[in-house]
């Protein structure tokens, strides 16, 4: 060993030794990641994914909690997915995203490793995940089937909406919500704001 450097640097230059430069969505999805955590494929370079906090993973759970209560009670195709694979419009042989969660309503998305055409698309965002989650967004905005996608703040209480018109296209700017209710016109689900925050400690 090196002096002055000990095992655990040692451990973190051969896992970064062990990750590929470039590769394609089918090199990807039979990659053995090093480490924990989930991994993503951005324009053929896999970057790991910083792990969830406490915060983030309470409101992730509660808005997912929330939409399966919802889907149950009236059934129909839809399913809901928290981390799902994400194969976007764009690049699909070079791309793979995980948002927090996601709805599709497509039986061809069902039992396969990356979903290609989900209706809603949900991000919880925080400061050091910002540009990352933005990024994403932009590609999830080219895929024919999304109608919405549902950003969540975890760092304080505001929820960015962004919707497809009747003519398919998408607004200048997100909608922003603090308080009140807001409506997923994709799903026919009004939710209060306050009740995705519930015992996330924001407010």
Excluded: K
């Excluded at 994914?49 to 195709?77: C, F, K, R, Y």
């Amino acid at each position: 060993m090196a002096p002055g450097l000990g095992p655990c640097y040692i451990r973190r230059m051969s896992t970064a030794l062990n990750v590929p430069a470039l590769m394609t969505l089918e090199e990807f999805l039979t990659w053995d990641a090093p480490g924990p955590g989930l991994w993503q494929l951005i324009d053929g370079v896999p970057l790991a994914m910083a792990l969830a906090g406490w915060t983030h993973g309470i409101i992730q759970s509660t808005v997912a909690s929330l939409i399966l209560n919802h889907l149950d009670e009236i059934g129909g195709p839809c399913v809901m997915m928290t981390n799902p694979g994400i194969i976007p419009a764009f690049r699909t042989n070079r791309n793979y995203f995980i948002p927090d969660a996601a709805v599709t309503c497509s039986e061809s998305d069902i039992g396969v490793p990356g979903i290609r055409h989900p209706i809603l698309v949900i991000e919880i965002l925080s400061p050091s995940n910002h540009a990352e989650t933005w990024r994403n967004i932009r590609a999830y905005m080219l895929m024919p089937s999304v109608r919405e996608i549902l950003v969540i703040r975890s760092d304080f209480v505001s929820i960015d909406l962004l919707r497809r018109d009747a003519e398919g296209a998408w607004p200048d700017d997100v909608a922003t919500v603090t308080e009140g209710a807001f409506t997923l016109t994709s799903l026919d689900l009004t939710m209060a704001v306050g009740a995705l925050y519930r015992r996330s400690g924001v407010g």
